[in-house]
């Protein structure tokens, strides 16, 4: 069963940096497209990037482009986001998933992890 752990949450102050790491311990971690989401209180679960499986392509919601990074070390299973500039509206429980597809849909993701709290501080 492919466990998704996601780390590195916590508080940050606007305008400082924070990285994500997500530890993927199902099988051919190196053969499926890893995405981010996100879930503020009250609010829907939303898509925040998606890295494909050699790296060499990435999408960003608008909300992201531009000051989040996706990433991944297919040697240690583990994909990241790099998270600079956030803002007090990226509030949000972060979740890693895995898709077998390129998608930008949450519903194509397999599974998903536990999430890890970031909460940004203005």
């Known amino acids: 069963q492919v466990q998704l752990v996601e780390s590195g949450g916590g508080l940050v102050q606007a305008g400082g940096s924070l990285r994500l790491s997500c530890a993927d311990s199902?099988?051919?971690?190196?053969?499926?497209?890893m995405g981010w989401s996100r879930q503020a209180p009250g609010k829907e679960r939303a898509l925040v990037g998606v890295?494909?499986?050699?790296?060499?392509?990435?999408y960003y919601a608008d909300s992201v482009s531009g000051r989040f990074t996706i990433s991944r070390d297919n040697t240690k299973s583990t994909v990241y986001l790099q998270m600079n500039n956030p803002k007090p509206e990226d509030t949000a429980v972060y979740y890693c998933?895995?898709?077998?597809?390129?998608?930008?849909?949450?519903?194509?993701?397999?599974?998903w992890g536990k999430g890890t709290q970031v909460t940004v501080s203005s």
């Open positions: 199902g099988r051919a971690f190196h053969n499926y497209f």
């Open positions: 890295i494909s499986p050699s790296g060499d392509w990435t």
């Open positions: 998933g895995r898709s077998p597809g390129a998608t930008l849909t949450l519903a194509t993701f397999l599974s």
